[in-house]
């Protein structure tokens, strides 16, 4: 029994009687099926429709979100898939229209989306929560004095997750261009999952490897000690990739039983080889305007060195989750129904 209000269980499976049985079924003169119980408790009505999308015939549950993604090298996509984010503030087919594209390809762009400071937080509220970190609610991707990151330097930034630090890396990443008018600097994107599914196919051993020897990722700044221990690559329960998890410049030092440091090594200089590819890398320019998300636990995003002598580069960034995104295509998806 759901609450018409809340749309939750009042009554879960164990509050029923045990060993209860059907003690009459029929049809209903709409096609529904209605059962009475014994012993003695309220009928159920269970309609048609549902009933064939829940029986035991049926695969997992459609999963409209991530399952469908199309996993792409360098050579399959030239652009970040592009969308006029101009009305995202108040447009939902161009909202639907960009994560789709997010759900995919695992990484989206919309360009025109005013270049003002807060700009990242209001669009991504339209998809949902904002993750807070230690860097804020959203953080200047720009050069500053006393920097905490090497994201903000213009050091060269070579492909990365961000956060690997955390029990939950987050899911989403928004980067936000506000001024770009730096030499240098050009964005890149890696779809991980595509470099690990081929590295399954040519070297199943290191991919063995990557998945199941544990590397530490650390970060420590005057208020903050974040550690975690984790293989390279995750997956869900039925086997499917589900994360990568690998940020360069936040490795801390190795803790194996030495008779497993060399495999450990020699499997992430092969990953790493292969994530520095042109043929598996995106190399983009931000323009302002341009406000780029992507799965964090999926792409490999990183950038270009440039020049700090003159004009300015400014993004601004945000982390949101993956059940955000497929939450809302789904509420999307409903309005097209209605
Ligand atoms: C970051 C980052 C990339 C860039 O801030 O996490 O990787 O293009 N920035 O500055
Ligand atoms: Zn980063």
Redesign the pocket.
Known sequence: VTNSLTREREIDYIDLPAGITIRQATLSDRGALIIQWAPEWPESCFQPGWLRAHDYSNTPLPDDGLRVARHWTAGDIAEPPTTDGRDVLTNDDVLESWLQDLAQYGLARLSNVTPEDGMVAEVVRRIGPIRPTNFGFTYDVKITSNPDSN?YTSMA?DS?T?LATREYQPGLQFLHCLENSTTGGAGTMVDGFRVVQDIKTENPDVFETLASLEWTFTNRAVDTDYRWLTPLIIHDRDGQLSELRLTGFLRGPLALPFDKTEAAYNAYRYLMEKVRQPEYRLIFDYRPGDLVAYDNRRIL?GREAFSSDKGERWLQGCYSERDELRSRLRVLARNHRA
Do not use: E, I, V, Y
Request: net charge negative; hydrophobic share 40%; aromatic share 0%.
């Open positions: 994201a930034l990365h961000d995003h």
